[in-house]
């Protein structure tokens, strides 16, 4: 199944709107410094990470980036960023094409957690679909984790994460309020990538109790 250039939902909250950053902010609420030209949203390096000023729970997100090329560059030199849902877990994005067994560290694995089931990774240039599905961690009033994040994770259309549950956060994340919404936060690790057509929708935490017939 290929997502490549979907079509938002009627009811999906457009978190790039294709024009500025102007929706989007620095770690420490300053303006983004990130630049878009033609739709497309570049990651200026040394202007940090940006997230979206909404916050969000339970989601499904879509979103498109595409790693530069740079041949002579290794491991985690090579086409870094990241997504990080909840500006908590992070999806992370290299240029990891052509590895045979992909690890923790490359381009969708949850960072340092879990590895992708199989290597989806297209060529550097290429563009490249996320499709998440979120489960934000169960907190009780006590403020104990009743049940940890969950995700599902299609990369250009292959599932490469199927609703696993996360131990924690990953490194470097906005904070360890776990129970709390959370922003959209991509990552400025010094590398050109880009990112285009990223919206989420938001999910309802529980379906309804009761069954009334028609
Ligand atoms: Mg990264």
């Known amino acids: 199944m290929d997502t490549l250039n979907a079509t938002p939902p009627n009811q999906a909250l457009r978190l790039f709107n294709g024009q500025d950053v102007s929706n ?4 420490d609420g300053r303006p983004a410094g990130w630049k878009v030209e033609d739709g497309v949203l570049h990651v200026v390096p040394g202007t940090g990470d940006i997230m979206t000023t909404q916050r969000f729970t339970d989601f499904y997100l879509h979103l498109e ?3 530069p090329d740079m041949p002579e560059a290794r491991g985690q030199g090579k086409g870094n960023s990241g997504v990080f849902l909840q500006g908590r877990y992070e999806i992370q994005v290299l240029d990891s094409y052509g590895i045979n067994i992909p690890g923790k560290g490359d381009c969708g694995a949850i960072y340092n ?3 992708p089931l199989v290597n ?3 060529p550097p240039l290429e563009w490249q679909t996320y499709d998440v599905i979120f489960r934000a961690p169960r907190v009780s009033d006590a403020q104990q984790i ?3 994040a969950r995700l599902t994770l299609l990369f250009n259309g292959c599932v490469i994460h199927n609703n696993i549950e996360l131990p924690g956060v990953t490194g470097a994340a906005i904070d360890e309020r776990v129970g709390e919404p959370g922003p959209l936060l991509l990552q400025d690790h010094s590398n050109l990538v880009a990112y285009r057509n990223i919206w989420a929708v938001e999910l309802p935490l ?9």
């Open 206 to 214: 529980e379906g309804s109790p009761t069954y009334e017939p028609r």
């Open 24 to 27: 989007w902010t620095t770690r």
């Open 113 to 115: 957690q879990f590895a």
């Open 65 to 67: 980036f595409r790693c």
């Open 120 to 122: 989806a990774c297209k």
């Open 146 to 148: 009743e049940a940890g």
